[in-house]
C-alpha cells in the first residue's frame, strides 16, 4: 500500500556538555575541561522511490545523535551523526509547530529541517586572569523538535484521470511495464500507479466520482497527485449512456478541488471503443468533440487506435505538440 501522507516527530541531538577539569601535572596547573560537540541534525533528502513513506508507517518518532560529552586536556567532545530521511520528491513537508511548508522536487535535494543543539563549554573556556582555576561548565543545548506532516504529491509528466473502470490501469500496464491492479468493478485501483513510457511518467489516479472534492468515494486523497501533473488524459467509458455528463462531473470535481486543474493540458479518450457499436461510437466522440476537440476513441485491442495514441506521446516526449492541430490520423 502506498503510504502518500504521514505525520512524524523529528529531534535533533543534544550538544554534549562541557567537562571540568584540571590538568594535575606540576608546572602546568589549570583548567583544561574541553566543549562538548554538537547535536546531530536533522535532513529529509528527495529519492524517486514514491514508496519511500513506508518507512514511516510503523516509526513515528526519529533522533539523530547526541554530541559527546567534552574530555580532558581540552579535547572537544564528538559531534553526534546527522540523520537523513528520504523522501519522495513531490512531497510537502509541513512543519505542524512553526506552519511553515517547504517542498523536495529534485532527487538528491536536501534540506535541512532540524538543527542540533550547540556543545557546552568546558572550563577551559571560562579561564582568565582573574579567574586561574574555574570550576564551571555549561550543559549542552537541547536539540529542535517539530513534528512534520508529510504529504507525497506525485510530478508526473501525464495524469489518467477519470471515473473508476474506465480502463486507466488497463492502458497504463499496456504502455508500461506497471502492473497496476485491473478487475471488472469500481475502485480497483486503491493507490497511484507510475508507469514510463520512454521518457514520459505516467501517473494513474484512482478513479474519482461525484462528490470526490468534498471527500466522497476516495476523496481528496489522490486529486492531489493530479496538481504536479502536467497534462491530463482523461478516460471516458464508451459504454456509458451518458458522456458528456461523465465528462462534466469529471471537470466540475477538479475545478472545485482546485480551479488551476482547469487550465492544464487535456485530452479526452472514449476508451474501450470496441465494446460500442460504430454508430454509437461515432455519435459519442461527436458529443464530447464539442467540450473538447482533442476527443479520441481508444480501445487496447484496435492497433489503429493505440498507434494514434502513441503518436501522441511521443509528439508530447519530442516536444512538438502542436495544440491546435493535434490529430491521430
Known sequence: MLIDDVTITVTAGSGGDGLVSFNKNKMSLGPTGGDGGNGGDVYFKGVSNI????Q???IKTFSADNGR????????????D????????GTV???????????????????????GGKGGHGNFFFRSSRNTTPKQATKGEKGDQFRFRLELKLIADIGFVGFPNAGKSTLLNALTESQSKVANYPFTTLEPYLGVYYELIIADIPGLIEGASVGKGL???FLRHIERTNILFHLISAESADPKKDYRTIRTELGKYNKNLLKKEEYVFLSKCDNVDQSSLKKKIGILKKLNPRCYPLSILDDKTMTGLRKILNKIKTGKVDKKQLSME
Open 51 to 54: 514508496g519511500a513513506l513506508s
Open 56 to 58: 514511516f508507517r510503523g
Open 69 to 80: 560529552r567534552g574530555g580532558g586536556q581540552r579535547k572537544t567532545g564528538n559531534d553526534g
Open 82 to 89: 546527522d540523520l537523513i530521511l528520504s523522501i519522495p520528491i
Open 93 to 115: 513537508i509541513h512543519n505542524l509547530d512553526k506552519n511553515e511548508d517547504f517542498e523536495i522536487n529534485c532527487v538528491g535535494e536536501t534540506l535541512l529541517m532540524t538543527r
Open 219 to 221: 476523496g481528496t486523497k
